[in-house]
């Protein structure tokens, strides 16, 4: 996932107040947050000597449509299958110690992570530990993942 300081070096730094925001870092935060699309960026958007960084950061940025409502996003055109974050989720293990834990297959249909046709699905996301009233910042899906095709917003 990228970083606030990864947009911002990406931005014009013209503080021109064109997208609503007093600042570059301002929207760039806001951005990070998915607040507003890289398109609220006037300058980086119709001026061609920012077409390069316009380009990077609308690959970086990720449309909110894809999001889950934890926030959990599966890049499917990173993700390789091979199913680490499976293994690794502790609801999946607790749900689903004989298969999903083990490194098997999930035979639960109670897992939050699942690889179908070759790359991972989101399913169950209700039951993630990122949601709901007692929920904590559980990163084992995104640190087991070589090809980083999970994050949260």
Known sequence: MATVMEIYQLLPKTNCKEC????????AVDLLARK?????????????KYKE????LSEMIT?????????????????????????ACPVNVAADPAGAGSGKA???DKVILKVEDGVVK??????CRRFGENKILCVACIDTCPTKAIEFV
Do not use: R, W
């Open 36 to 48: 507003f699309k890289v398109e609220d960026c006037k300058p980086l958007v119709n001026e061609d």
């Open 106 to 108: 999930p035979t639960s």
């Open 53 to 56: 960084n316009y380009q990077k």
């Open 63 to 87: 449309p909110v449509g894809d999001v889950t409502e934890t926030g959990l996003i599966v890049h499917e055109d990173k993700c390789i299958g091979c199913g680490n974050c499976v293994v």
């Open 20 to 27: 609503g925001k007093s600042t570059c870092m301002a929207f």
């Open 122 to 127: 989101a399913m169950n996301v209700q039951e």
